[in-house]
């Protein structure tokens, strides 16, 4: 496999990402790993977890490690924080991307449903930035959570993700605020509309929905992963040094939630 490995930048660093074994938080733990960092990456299901330990590995940066762990379970996050810890050191880059998500209007949603998605993208946050205190680099850790546009702008069928996300926001502020004086940063990514992701793939099923969501970006075209790894790499450099408790989108101007979805109708016929 071609070595892609091509800076220093987090050389010596430890990252570990939540949901890091797939999509868009894979491609921020690659990036890292191209950055030079010892990457651990966490998801629920063990063979993409190792898949991704391998894909992060032949990058030539620092060592990978994938661990089956699921976000809602706070004893097993923390055992993998724990992990990280011992193998590797402190936690210089801490990502909480694990996410749940679902098109479905509120009529449509059981009780579980809602729960479920609340689960993993809240409750999986606060279990993974709570149970990371004391693994973290201290002064100089920088953590990130991705949050979504739904979480500032409502929009149909979106109903438990924003609600979950909203919390999201607001945890991570909170954090970064309690923990600024320890030398910890915290920020939001939002992604827009990213090529190949689940997401995109849910929230447009059909080409023409996909074709009418893109003629609401400004930048006429879908985002890709590197450009949200890019954004993680910044947030997790020197360069934001000043920058906590922001929520930063990467979304080609879109500011999402533009009423996206609208024409459709949430209700029973
Ligand atoms: N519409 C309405 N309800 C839905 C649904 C849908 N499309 N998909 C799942 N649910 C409900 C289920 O019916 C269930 O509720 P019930 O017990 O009342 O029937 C509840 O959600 C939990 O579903 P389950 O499949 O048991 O949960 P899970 O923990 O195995 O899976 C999900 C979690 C549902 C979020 C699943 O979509 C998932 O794992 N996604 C991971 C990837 C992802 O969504 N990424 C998002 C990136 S934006």
């Known amino acids: 496999m071609a070595k892609s490995f091509h800076g220093q930048l987090f050389s010596?660093?430890?990252?570990?990402?939540?949901?890091?074994?797939?999509?868009?938080?894979?491609?921020?733990?690659?990036?890292?790993?191209?950055?030079?960092?010892?990457?651990?990456?966490?998801?629920?299901?063990?063979?993409?977890?190792?898949?991704?330990?391998?894909?992060?590995?032949?990058?030539?940066?620092?060592?990978?490690?994938g661990l089956s762990c699921d976000v809602r379970d706070y004893d097993a996050v923390a055992a993998a924080l724990k992990t990280t810890a011992e193998k590797f050191?402190?936690?210089?880059?801490?990502?909480?991307?694990?996410?749940?998500?679902?098109?479905?209007?509120?009529?449509?949603?059981?009780?579980?449903?809602?729960?479920?998605?609340?689960?993993i993208d809240l409750i999986g946050t606060f279990n993974v930035f709570r149970a990371s205190f004391d693994y973290l680099t201290k002064p100089g850790a920088s953590l990130i959570a991705i949050t979504a546009g739904q979480s500032e702008q409502a929009?149909?069928?979106?109903?438990?993700?924003?609600?979950?996300?909203?919390?999201?926001?607001?945890?991570?502020?909170?954090?970064?605020?309690?923990?600024?004086?320890?030398?910890?940063?915290?920020?939001?990514?939002?992604?827009?509309?990213?090529e190949g992701t689940e997401g995109v793939k849910f929230l447009s099923s059909t080409p023409e929905e996909l074709e009418?969501?893109?003629?609401r970006v400004p930048a006429r075209r879908l985002g890709q992963i590197n450009e949200i790894a890019d954004m993680a790499v910044f947030l997790c450099s020197d360069a934001s040094a000043y920058v906590s408790g922001q929520l930063i989108y990467v979304d080609g101007g879109t500011l999402t939630g533009d009423g996206s979805f609208g024409c459709l109708n949430p209700l029973p016929r």
């Open 155 to 194: 929009m149909p069928f979106q109903a438990h993700a924003a609600a979950a996300k909203a919390g999201v926001n607001m945890l991570t502020k909170t954090l970064a605020v309690e923990w600024g004086p320890a030398g910890v940063r915290a920020n939001l990514i939002a992604p827009g509309g990213i």
């Open 12 to 65: 010596n660093k430890v990252a570990f990402v939540a949901g890091g074994t797939r999509g868009i938080n894979l491609g921020i733990a690659k990036a890292f790993a191209e950055n030079g960092a010892n990457v651990v990456v966490i998801g629920r299901n063990a063979e993409r977890a190792a898949r991704a330990q391998q894909e992060i590995s032949d990058i030539g940066g620092g060592q990978a490690l």
């Open 212 to 215: 009418a969501a893109v003629k």
């Open 89 to 119: 050191g402190t936690i210089d880059m801490l990502v909480s991307g694990a996410a749940g998500n679902f098109f479905a209007p509120l009529v449509g949603l059981s009780p579980n449903g809602f729960k479920t998605v609340i689960d």
